[in-house]
């Protein structure tokens, strides 16, 4: 199992040649996640290999066209494809109606579970939660109400040492507790876990801060993540742009992200008046030793970094 952040858009409010709008699929120990989905997502899932049908859980952002414009074809697709699994949507107050009217308008029902989390945006709040990972929604500063989200994994079992166990006596009901870090008592003899087992694999989360102004109050949010996205649509050179329209700058969100001691950053949402993100980048190194920008079919396997930053 793995932690998979695939780039399916980087763009801004305006798609072009080279940037779809934006859109993310995360596979996370095979919990598979899509976060945000503008206009032509299904067409880029297609595009990178990846499987509609798989999708359990879609985090909207906000109401704004350019990250949720691509759902009501989304949701036919897969309708027509033969899917009969309920599939969760979480997303800000009035994305329900939006979508349902607009299925409505088309005459055909789903054929499968469609529910509906409206989120209030607010302090971090627990969404979903199952053995292996948790997903918590936060508050952003934006012009209508934005959701960010955090994807965490669940610490995992420590690993056997088979030499060690070999010939120690101990039983197969022995080995669960052992990997729980519960140290055994058996016959008088005392097995202390650590000189049974091996260090648990890592554990890793991703934090996605989608269109918003620079804000104090996300920081604890966001705080330790081991990968940020962070919206950095402009540059400092349009800071007043980045100011009216709420949005963030490369150096702002290198700034966010060194606040909140986030190890590794990645840039994206990037207007459209830009042909490339390397003065985003150049800004943002300033402030943070690992960036990368976000582009469109980018694949990011959480703890293999260095091909990326």
Known sequence: ???????????????????????????????????????????????????????????????????????PGLLSTIHLLGRDKRLHIFGPPGLEKLISAMLAAGGHPLQFDL???????GPLELIFEDRLIEIHAFALKHRIP????????????????????????????????????????RNG???????????PPAVYSYAYCSDTKPSPNYLDAIRKADLLYHEATFTQQHLE???????????????????????????????SRYDDSNQHLIEARKIHSHVASAEDGLHLTLGKWTAYF
Request: aromatic fraction near 8%.
């Open 1 to 71: 199992m793995s932690f998979d952040i695939h780039i399916l858009g980087s763009g801004a409010a305006l798609p072009t040649s080279k940037r779809q709008a934006t859109a993310q699929y995360v596979n996370c120990n095979e919990r598979h996640i899509l976060i945000d989905c503008g206009e032509g997502t299904q067409q880029q899932l297609r595009k990178f290999g990846l499987k509609l049908q798989k999708i359990q859980i879609i985090l909207i952002s906000h109401l704004h066209g350019d990250h949720f414009f691509g759902l």
């Open 115 to 121: 529910c509906f989390h409206e989120l209030t945006p």
């Open 146 to 185: 934005t959701l960010g989200y955090r994807i965490n994994e669940k610490p995992k079992p420590r690993n056997l040492d088979k030499k060690a166990i070999a010939d120690s006596g101990l039983l197969i009901e022995d080995l669960p507790k052992l990997k729980a870090g519960i140290s055994i008592e």
């Open 189 to 199: 003899i005392f097995y202390d876990f650590e000189d049974y087992t091996l260090p």
């Open 241 to 271: 742009r980045a100011k009216v329209t709420f949005h963030s700058t490369a150096q702002q969100a290198a700034e966010q992200a060194l606040k909140a001691e986030c190890k590794y950053l990645l840039l994206g949402h990037f207007s």
